[in-house]
């Protein structure tokens, strides 16, 4: 049985909404595939391909990354706070 993960690239939600597309490609660090139509995330509001992972580790490793990536953000804006 095969289960795919879908997730927001740029917060890494679940919660998507997808509208009818043109089979567009999503080109990522961490894979490639033709998607069906574009997804719209309801945390952050990217609109475009969503990440797709067929492992619920990948999709976890691709959270902790995103983690990583904010906190270093964090630290060259000069955010202090613990
Ligand atoms: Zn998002």
């Known amino acids: 049985m095969k289960t ?3 997730a927001c690239l740029s917060c890494g939600s679940r919660n ?3 509208t009818p597309g ?4 999503a080109n990522t ?3 490639i595939g033709p ?3 574009i997804a719209i995330c ?3 509001g990217m609109r475009g391909g969503p990440i797709e992972f067929e492992k619920e580790e990948d999709y976890e490793a691709f959270l ?3 983690k ?7 630290k060259k804006e000069g955010y202090k706070k613990r």
């Open 29 to 31: 660090y961490f894979g």
């Open 4 to 6: 795919s993960i879908r």
């Open 22 to 25: 043109n089979g567009m490609v």
């Open 35 to 37: 998607v069906a139509g």
């Open 16 to 18: 998507l909404d997808f």
């Open 64 to 66: 902790e990354h995103l």
């Open 68 to 74: 990583t990536l904010k906190r270093e953000q964090r």
């Open 42 to 44: 309801k945390d952050c």
